[in-house]
């Protein structure tokens, strides 16, 4: 919501603040197609060029999160945390072959099956399975297994962020296409040099045009843009950074309950469970069981 209204600021401002100066729009409006054409086709171009399918795809697919948000809220904070509590509990109990029914096929796990929003997202699915499998066959050093996984999720972060990156670098070479732009339209102006002034003044006023543009979209649009989507991925790594430090916790000898609520402290602040909304929920699932 704060994303529109923002996009709206920034066109009302601007184009107010010109307005109220006295400026007038006739110019601006007849070149504005063809310095469209020119900034965003290239720009469109060069966005192909620099990066590959999938990440154009992810790109398009990711677009929507501006607006909405990330795709993790305050109950899958906790119910990632229960999670984890049920499967450290079990392995610390039961042992590792009551584990191993709910690792090895998580679609069927009658713990996984309680979080399907969890078992949707596959990375961290098999994130958590792939750790505790490691786990199972006597990797038991927690900084061994601490360093596999910060190396899968430094791998996974940098390939999920890569939609942030492609368009900020659109949004540094927006500038330089407008300037393109404006130096065609220059050159068109200098083909009528024997025109009157008028017609001049209105010829260099469509080049700037393209200027304008350039660095309008890239610093009004495009670069808080990928700003924001870089915000998005960062929060939801937070996510699978939970998932690290319960687990390792756990290797570190404590309790499925300490473990638990060493990963709450790296909740996000606006989704963090408190210390007795997050009791009361591990105690019913105790009860429950």
């Known amino acids: 919501m704060f994303q529109i209204i923002g996009m709206v600021v920034v066109l009302a401002m601007v184009f107010g603040g010109f307005a109220l100066a006295g400026g007038h729009f006739n110019i601006i409006i007849e070149a504005m197609p063809f310095e469209m054409m020119m900034i965003g086709g290239a720009g469109a171009g060069a966005f192909l060029i620099g990066n590959s399918s999938k990440t154009v795809m992810k790109t398009l697919g990711d677009f929507g999160k501006i607006v909405s948000g990330p795709k993790w809220n305050t109950k899958d904070y906790s119910d990632l945390l229960a999670l984890l509590f049920q499967l450290t509990k079990t392995m610390k109990t039961k042992g590792v072959i009551a584990l191993e029914a709910h690792i090895e096929n998580p679609k069927e796990s009658s713990i996984f099956q309680n979080y399907p929003r969890i078992l949707k997202d596959h990375f961290a699915t098999d994130f958590i399975c792939d750790t505790l499998r490691m786990m199972t066959m006597n990797l038991e050093d927690p900084h061994q297994v601490e360093d596999a996984m910060e190396k899968q999720l430094e791998k996974h972060h940098h390939e999920a962020s890569a ?3 492609a368009m900020q670098s659109l949004a540094d070479a927006l500038p330089a296409l407008g300037i393109v732009a404006a130096v065609l339209g220059i050159i068109k102006t200098m083909g009528a040099i024997n025109s009157p002034p ?3 003044g209105g010829k260099i006023g469509s080049a700037l045009v393209g200027t304008f543009l350039g660095v309008f979209l890239a610093y009004g649009f495009v670069g808080p843009m990928a700003a924001r989507l870089k915000e998005i991925y960062d929060e939801e790594h ?10 390792v916790a756990h290797l570190h000898g404590n309790a499925a309950q300490i473990s638990v609520e060493i990963g709450r402290g790296s909740v996000p ?4 469970p408190t210390f007795m909304e997050l009791e009361e929920a591990l105690g019913n699932i105790q009860t429950e069981a």
């Not at 602040?269 to 963090?272: L, T």
Request: glycine share 0%.
């Open 163 to 165: 939609p942030a990156h």
């Open 198 to 200: 008028e017609v001049l």
């Open 238 to 247: 937070t996510f699978y950074l939970i998932i690290q430090s319960v687990l």
């Open 269 to 272: 602040s606006k989704s963090q």
